[in-house]
């Protein structure tokens, strides 16, 4: 079993920086996939990011794509999301996600969630 916790989010202007971070517990971290997805209130959950277990295969949502990096240091069983360029429309509450080994991009097939971390972004 696998524990999430995110941190990092808060309230930045338009064009800002912030860190996602993503600790896990467990000493089974580096068989994970894990996934970044974002929920905007009245909105489905969207796909941001995902990174596969050795940290050498990523993917992006389109939205997000050439502004957001995803990466992992299985030593320290952390995962990170890197937004830069942000946007009042990247407003949402940003969570993690584990699955075994194989990343994918729909959120109902991952096993292990943690509780989100809000980003604000205002104009």
């Known amino acids: 079993q696998v524990q999430l916790v995110e941190s990092g989010g808060g309230l930045v202007q338009a064009g800002d920086s912030l860190r996602l971070s993503c600790a896990a517990s467990?000493?089974?971290?580096?068989?994970?996939?894990v996934g970044w997805f974002r929920q905007a209130p009245g909105k489905e959950r969207e796909f941001v990011a995902h990174?596969?277990?050795?940290?050498?295969?990523?993917t992006y949502g389109d939205s997000v794509k050439g502004r957001f990096t995803i990466s992992r240091d299985n030593a320290q069983n952390t995962a990170y999301l890197q937004l830069s360029s942000l946007k009042p429309e990247d407003t949402a509450t940003y969570y993690c996600?584990?699955?075994?080994?194989?990343?994918?991009?729909?959120?109902?097939?991952?096993?292990?969630w943690g509780q989100g971390t809000q980003v604000t972004v205002s104009s």
């Open positions: 467990g000493r089974t971290f580096r068989m994970y996939a």
């Open positions: 990174i596969d277990a050795t940290g050498y295969s990523t």
């Open positions: 996600a584990a699955r075994p080994r194989v990343p994918i991009t729909v959120a109902s097939n991952y096993d292990y």
